[in-house]
């Protein structure tokens, strides 16, 4: 049943809730007992087809239990014996919900399953929805008390967005992003062990060490081919997925917001809903997969995903907390001379901050460096035509500054506990309401007074000594802390509908569809070496398009890794997203601003492609990676191709392009000649790699017609 528009329906003859997208299709079934079970994902059925399926249960459930079927978001009761999705207990002591379905609601593409538990006040919906020309299904959990204070509060240990179940497959193999600062989004492809595999943070952001998406095939899908099954969690701070495999044959996960070990209390009245868990089938391998979330995140999540991404200037790199207006004005010349249309000015520039050890959350400028304020840089900024972006870190505070001298209390800490510094700053307790209201005064008035255009916020550690002195459910702090950062930046682009925002978090920390929903992109690592960049940016791009994807060419030797690479060899591995610049240009020689300039304008030209375009990840021979990105309409294509280490006698081999129509023909717009689609399918297109190490190329093709 190809469904051009999405569908969501339920059949009450066969107990079925359908949800139908363009290439996909969901079925979830309601269970003798009341509980929704998982009936199908994949390739589209009509409803016939579904209704024809047996209950997907799995040998290794319970054999003495009628309905085994993998649960769509397990309530720990009866004879169900992997990890819960709902754990919550009643102030008797029961724990676990035991469901009776209490009907449905449609409203376009949006399904709710309502549920109430058969003894308690206890009531949920599980809600799925789809969108107009995306694959991917949308789902989370709503839960509520639903008594009077005679009943007590319910706790609850754990409240997951939506469990979801791969098909039975030969065998299965997990995606997913892993790495540290400096070495985010490392894509790691293994068999999946028969167990339960826990992937989580515990730091109140999303973090450098896991990335709350997955992707699930049964070992033998490529980038071309092959059935792939993954999700993304919408989520900022804590989490946790957990995959269990069992031992025949079926392998579910289910995540949501929070590590282990939090519980809230959840009052008659109380509701908590939790944020989307979003999941994708493509038959089309981990390509087509990537392209599907993309198309997904900039039809359906990006604030603004037509406006093209501005090259921007940085100038951390270049003067670290070394900062004066001079060498701030000095720079932004440069920076424009060099066809860049944002110049940020990033930490270093308020209250005592003369180095990280001083002056966190006291946001106004620094006498020192800016004597009459930010507005003479940004006026001067605006001058040479470009915007002028901020760098903050909201969340954040110097034990040395007059934020925490006035407000100690302010700050994550167990009164009992030694508060512990992590780059010699404490976390602010966003989920304090005066706080938040703090945070978002402060910042509003630094935007409207300083006519800022972009923020760049930051969010340099990890939660530690989590508590909440005097408060009754603590671990509140944990969900509202992120959801109030959500709040604030969503009412600042409510409030200024030109500003644009840039998530950071020590580097790529804290990226993840719920901050993609209030942001225009995210900076993807402090590590600025190209070679490194080449595997940070090839695991970012599983889920997330390029044009969020902040790349700075910055200076050598690089301040990460040591290496010195050649100029062109930095930009064509940043020309892949969001172009930046981040070195010291007072440095750079005429010779290399010019090239610089040069290579600023071949980006803007197929800026469009990167930023707009589909994009296809090529792996060719001898150590040669490309991204190819390619126009809606086939019409233009710009490959970038990078290979860096050569040896002796291993002339690169052509490098095919799968992505080509078989039957048009590409001119090679820089050397002329044209070739069939045919061609470079599959015999591919030569490579006008430089000798040496560190070689890169840019190529771009334009339809013939
Ligand atoms: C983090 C960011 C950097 C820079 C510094 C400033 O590390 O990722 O880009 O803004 O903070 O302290």
């Known amino acids: 049943m190809p469904a051009t528009r999405p569908t969501a329906f339920f059949d009450p003859g066969s107990g079925l809730a359908v949800l139908s997208t363009p290439h996909s299709c969901y079925a979830v079934r309601i269970g003798t007992d009341g509980s929704p079970r998982h009936h199908y994902w994949g390739t589209p059925l009509d409803l016939a087809e579904l209704s024809g399926l047996p209950p997907a249960v799995s040998p290794a459930d319970s054999s003495f239990e009628a309905d085994a079927a993998a649960d769509e978001l397990a309530p720990q009761t009866g004879a169900r ?6 754990q919550v207990r009643f102030a008797d002591g029961t724990r676990g919900a035991q469901w009776r379905f209490t009907g449905h609601t449609v409203d376009g593409g949006e399904l709710r399953l309502h549920l109430s538990d058969r003894h308690y006040p206890l009531a949920a919906d599980l809600c799925y929805r789809v969108r107009a020309g995306s694959d991917v299904i949308e789902r989370w959990t709503e839960l509520t008390h639903t008594g009077g204070p005679a009943d007590g509060p319910i706790t609850v240990d754990r409240l997951d967005s939506a469990s979801w179940t791969a098909p039975r497959l030969a065998d299965y193999r997990l995606s997913h992003l892993v790495g540290g600062w400096n070495s985010e989004f490392q894509l790691q492809r293994d068999r999946l062990p028969i167990a339960e595999t826990v992937l989580t943070s515990r730091r109140g952001i999303t973090s450098h060490h896991a990335n709350p998406w997955l992707a699930v095939d049964d070992g033998t899908a490529t980038e071309e081919h092959g059935e792939v099954w993954s999700t993304a969690l919408a989520w900022s701070g804590s989490w946790r997925i957990t995959v269990h495999r069992d031992p025949v044959g079926r392998t579910t996960w289910t995540g949501g917001f929070g590590h282990e070990g939090l519980h809230w209390t959840l009052r008659p009245g109380e509701a908590l809903t939790t944020p989307v868990f979003a999941g994708l089938y493509t038959p089309h391998g981990f390509g087509a997969a990537s392209r599907a979330w993309h198309d997904h ?58 180095s990280d050890r001083a002056g966190l959350g006291d946001w106004s400028p620094r006498r020192e460096a800016f004597p009459d304020g930010l507005r003479p840089l940004a006026d001067h900024v605006h001058r040479l035509g470009m915007d002028f972006g901020v760098w903050v870190e909201p969340e954040m505070v110097n034990a040395d500054s007059d934020l925490f001298r006035a ?31 703090w945070a978002q005064l402060t910042l509003d008035r630094l935007v409207r007074e300083n006519g800022v255009d972009w923020l760049k916020w930051d969010a340099n550690r990890a939660f530690t000594d989590v508590g909440w002195a005097g408060h009754p459910d603590p671990d509140r702090l944990w969900i509202d802390h992120t959801r109030a950062v959500h709040r604030i930046m969503d009412r600042l682009r409510d409030d200024h ?3 644009r925002i840039e998530a950071c978090a020590g580097g790529g920390g804290r990226v993840d569809l719920g901050m993609l929903a209030r942001t225009d992109q995210a900076w993807t690592s402090d590590n600025t070496d190209p070679v490194d960049r080449i595997g940070i940016q090839h695991g970012y791009s599983q889920l997330f398009p390029a044009q969020t994807m902040a790349a700075w060419v910055t200076d050598c030797p690089n301040a990460a890794t040591g290496r010195t690479t050649p100029l062109r060899f930095r930009f064509h591995v940043a020309m892949a997203g969001a172009l930046g610049l981040g070195g010291d240009l007072a440095r750079w020689s005429s010779e290399e601003l010019r090239e610089a300039a040069d290579l600023v304008a071949r980006y803007k030209a197929i800026r469009p492609l990167v930023q707009h375009g589909h994009q296809h990840r090529l792996t060719g021979q001898d150590g040669v990676s490309a991204v190819h990105y390619a126009a809606d309409d086939d019409t233009a294509h710009a490959l970038l191709v990078w290979r860096p280490t050569t040896r002796f006698g291993h002339r690169p081999a052509a490098l095919r392009l799968p992505a080509l129509d078989p039957d048009a023909r590409y001119l090679d717009v820089d050397s002329g000649r044209t070739h069939s689609g045919t061609t470079l399918r599959h015999c591919g297109i030569d490579l006008p790699l430089p000798a040496g190490d560190y070689a890169s190329c840019l190529i771009r093709l334009a339809r013939l017609d």
Do not use: C, K, M
């Open 497 to 499: 509908p030109s500003l």
């Open 81 to 86: 014996f992997g990890p819960a999705g709902l």
């Open 407 to 437: 407000h100690p209390e302010w700050v994550l800490h167990a009164p009992t506990r030694e508060a512990t510094e992590l780059r010699n700053q404490l976390v602010l307790n966003f989920a304090h309401p005066e706080v938040e209201a």
């Open 297 to 354: 995140i900039r039809g359906h999540v990006l604030p603004q995903p037509r406006r093209d991404r501005p090259v921007v200037y940085n100038s951390w790199e270049a003067t670290h907390f070394d900062i004066d207006l001079a060498g701030q004005f000095r720079l932004a010349e440069l920076a424009a001379r060099l066809g860049t249309e944002l110049f940020v000015l990033d930490d270093g520039w308020f209250g005592a901050r003369s």
